[in-house]
């Protein structure tokens, strides 16, 4: 092992999923990247539809659709990543994560990373999953609860399910999950939220009960779709949603994916766990900033690194990277870690 692989090796890649979209995404860095330009043109032909040029114009409604927002993101993130293999190859340094993570729908670009799944197979397999979470799915919806507990959350969902099914879906930091149910308990569990002292809990726009057990029927769709698609043991551990274990079997991920959709997505202690085996350098690689700034909340101590559209700034130790130029703050709407 060289040196530059030895200093390598404590970061980790992270993936967001649905929510962290927004119309120009990956754009910047098609201009300025071939081999990010190239992974937009396999996105279009993949799906045999224009995935790019909504993803670059618009409109904001038709990007937000769960069926368009998934396979988009997941383009993104995958750009983003051949864009940084590419400079790291360029810098002479290795690229040797102790582990990748996606949040929800991110686990496809995890997946890729870790050499477990192509990306053509997996772009099919996201908007495969948004039809089908949009179609099959029971409606209902989704509300982000700002500091309370995880254990006031569960009594607040506890009394909310005698007016149906409800659950607390993502845990996405300390004071900050996300609930999941039908929509009157969810509007009693977000009121009664704030009475025992939530500073925020509002109801998120999305139609699905994502990662809930709602999503019964949807998994069951889904699990049919995953039993034909040929995944390969991860040359990475894949650090899953649903019990935050290290995944480093096919069927492992393959299980995975089927069940995370009825589960819910325990990020805290999947951050948890990777700083755990030495962790040090979380790269969040795809649009938008959301899993940096809840990873710093559960774990202060280590460093993060956002590789969105016009960052690249970071490379493991032993490079230099160069510098980052000045950027406009992007307005961005409440992102709670709503990922689907």
Known sequence: MSKHEM???????????????????????????????AVFERADAAL???????????????LDSTINAQPAILAASFAALEHLRERAQQAGVALNPLAVAGHSAGQYAAAIAAGALDFEEAIR?????????????????????????EEQAEEVVEQARE???????????????????????LVFALEMSKTVGARRAVQLTVSVASHSPLMRHARDEFAKVLEKVPFRDPEVPVVGNVHANMIRTADGLRDELTEHLVHGV?????VRNMAS????????????????????????EVNTFPLDDADDGWLPAGATPPKKKARAKRAVETRTGSDL
């Open 48 to 62: 045999d539809f224009g995935i790019t040029r909504l993803m670059f114009e618009g409109p904001a409604e038709e």
């Open 163 to 185: 007016l149906g099914e409800i659950s607390v879906a993502n845990i996405n930091a300390p004071g900050q999950v996300v609930l999941s149910g039908v929509i009157p308990a």
């Open 125 to 149: 397999l996201v908007r495969e999953r948004g039809r089908i979470m949009q179609e099959q799915g029971i409606h209902g919806g989704m509300g982000a609860v700002i500091g309370l507990s």
């Open 266 to 270: 325990q990020w805290v202690a999947s």
């Open 7 to 37: 200093m390598a090796g404590a970061h980790a890649f992270v993936f967001p999923g649905q929510g962290s979209q927004y119309v120009g995404m990956g754009a910047g860095l098609a201009g300025r990247s071939a081999v990010a330009a």
């Open 277 to 300: 085996i030495g962790v040090t350098d979380f790269v969040e690689i795809g649009p938008g900033r959301v899993l940096s700034g809840l990873i710093k909340r559960i774990s202060p």
